[in-house]
């Protein structure tokens, strides 16, 4: 038999798979001519992330070297390109002229897709798509201190600019949407990778909007829309691929989105195949080297005359970055008729998340341990009934129909250099030899061996260990942890925010392993408070995890309505003030104006969409909002001081007026009120505040931890001070370490009856240092937090009122 | 079934709530995290508080006046408070919320 002349253009994955399955199926059958664009025959290119960061070379990713092809007799035409294809003469056209086949395939493959960006065409912008492009990546990177910019967070350009930054480069990735790889991962594992990619110095900018690329005849820097600028001497574009398909089309072959082709892989010329990431078939594009595998297996069996038929299976997702460990398949996207299983296990940073609809998996999402991906991805391709063993399915396969593992016994097992403790590297037999020697309580393990002491996610492990060692003598600390979301204490939490750096809520969430989505009404505003109050730059305050008063900046009623109170500075005000007052009273109907305690006039009964007008009427008067409902300053009381009183010392109203101005506006654990005396007769009655400052002849004295509610307390003596710049100086200082270290809700005095006023004497009156330290870091989160909330949000009247009044129609 | 269009997606904060005045009360519609809205009676049965000024977590609402916490998906009020209010259809079709208003009106006339 004659053998038959088969012509493929495209020397890539596919190709070369689907030559093998040839000369296995029918050697001899077939003479073979591969034309390939590039100056080379085939290689592995999932293998380039490995080239470029240096784990591989090239020789060791070629996967059908000069002695195979001719082993094979295949005529390898490598560097020349393909003009065109005269189907009615049936050949094909390059350089070298006119070259006859039988049979033709079409493999050509994909373009990495350019974003048509202002500079797009300097030099040093690529792609990232073949060993060239690799190759020119590793060249730049060997200057020294060289700069990348990776414009796109996908699964190739994570690849890049991971080893780009493995080549010693600074890199910089560039993402369009909230987080990497949006389409594989959800956002918790897409937060666990950006985590992992920048403790290995990779830059991430999400949300970020390319405006240009910009250099002097060679790309310099790229722009962002919001001004940003980022220098470098390369840019990587990695934003997608498109199918080659022009040499088709050209030629007259269907083409969709890509070459259109059957299940037998012919396209609209039974002489002509096409197979790769250039076909679409079923309204499917591959981009994927499972598929395309598989078209090449049916492809050579349709070329030998034998039966098969391709299909579009499910696929799953690896990153192939050192140390990244992730893997997704199937749907996992939310929905009503969805559940999900999710489990989280922050120590090591591991993430899985099942989504099952009717008792069938459907999607997976892994991060951190992926072991199991493979047989997560057979049940969701087998579609299997899962129900039976959905309790442990999570676990993986080794835990199916076994018993439920007891942690005890787990951490009894571990061997004694086992290390439990990984930032102090304190490992099991270091606290098994300190409990023996005296140490039977957590806080005593600390004090001894520092495990447990500084980040305090092994917390849990080292009473483990306490309760195993101990046996029956260990009693279990009775802490109580936040809400039912979390196990950890609201003193954990604060350790671990600051400890690990936690800026947002789902970082939060994620590392500290919550058991619900997003919180609960307990824990969501206790955890804004403490991420604004240790990162005020960098976390933004969320008024949807703010209880009503703080959300709405008024004081909810019994009946809905709402009261509105402008703050008096130190109690202090105004013919003018009291007419704004009185005007906004008239003006919305106020039922009720009560004189409050605090020394200022409180306006109740306000409807919520009167609230934005009756604000912008009393802003318009000079007047700010008074905090009344917040957990946060509320007042400084004062009596009239040296100014009228024959007994005064000092200017009592004056320093509380300071004190007002300074302190507004900062968001604390609970509220806190603030008195100034101007005598020892206490007619502000600062001896029950928050703060209380007592002038006498020789300066202030200044107490704190009073209380005048569910429990009445008086003041205790924090320190005498001669200057009034010194009391404004020590209550600043007393508010921010308060503010860094209470439980949220925990007034002062609960808080020092914890901690002890020695330990705050310490800090804040002893410590010069530390408390001009305080009042910096004070001073910083004001420049966010003291501005006035009701001026804002009088602009944006139409969020008060009702999205819609269906009332009128109703009534028709 | 007859759908009116009540407003945009985006008029709801994420995590949050707003109130459609009708003949007979206020039905709150709430957009969780995952962008499911959900449209429910505003009146908790408990004192009355307005439950689209509560907290918004997973598919659930906690009343701002005494913090029971309600199921949106059912109604149901959890954990140990026993109680429930009225659930509404509601669905998003291109960025908009749209209520039935057969459904609205069957509330005025009970």
Redesign the interface.
Known sequence: MKMQKLVVIGAGMASGRLLEHLFDAAPGAFDVTLFNAEPRGNYNRLMLSPVLSGEKSYGEIITHDDDWYAGNTVTCRFGEKIDGIDRARKVVLSAQGETPYDKLIIATGSNPFIIPLPGHTLPGVISYRDLDDTNAMIETSATPGARAVVIGGGLLGLEAAAGLRMRGMEVTVLHNTGHLMERQLDAAAGYLLRRDLEARGINVITQAQTQSIEGNGHVARVMLVDGTELPCELVVMAVGIRPSVQLAKDAGLDVGRAITVDAQMQTSDPDVYALGECVEFAGTLFGLVAPLYDQAKVLAKTLTDQEDAFTVKELATKLKVTGCDLFSAGDFA?G?DREDIVFRDPGRGVYKRLVLKDDHLIGAVMYGDTADGSWFFGLIKDATDVSDMRDTLIFGPAYQGGATADPLSAVAALPADAEICGCNGICKGQIVSAIKGGAHTLGDIRATTKASGSCGTCTGLVEQVLAVTLGDDFVMPTSQPVCKCTEFTHEDVRLLIKTKELKSQPAVWQELGWT??????VC??AINFYLLADWPLEYQDD??????NE??HAN?Q???TYSVMPRMWGGITTPTELRAIADAADKYNVPTVKVTGGQRIDLLGVKKEDLPGMWFDLNAAGMVSGHAYSKGLRTVKTCVGTDHCRFGTQDSTGLGIKLEKLLWGSWTPHKVKLAVSGCPRNCAEATCKDVGIICVDSGYQVGVGGAAGMDLKETERLCDVPTEEEALEVTAAFVQIYRENAKYLDRPYKWIAKVGLDWVKERVVDDLENRRALVARFDLSQTIYRKDPWAPLAAKAD?FA??????L???E | MNWIDIGALDDIPLRGARVVKTQLGCVALFRTDTDRVFAVSDTCPHKGGPLSEGIVHGNKVTCPLHNWVFSLETGQAQGADSGSITTYPVQVAAGRILLDATTLKKRSAA
Do not use: M
């Not at chain 1, 619900?516 to 009404?521: D, K, L």
């Open positions: 939310e009503a619900t989505p997003n919180g609960c009404h969501r505003p008024p949807q995890s703010r209880f009503v959300r709405n909810i019994k009946d809905g969020t009702p999205l819609a009044d269906l009332t129609e109703a009534a």
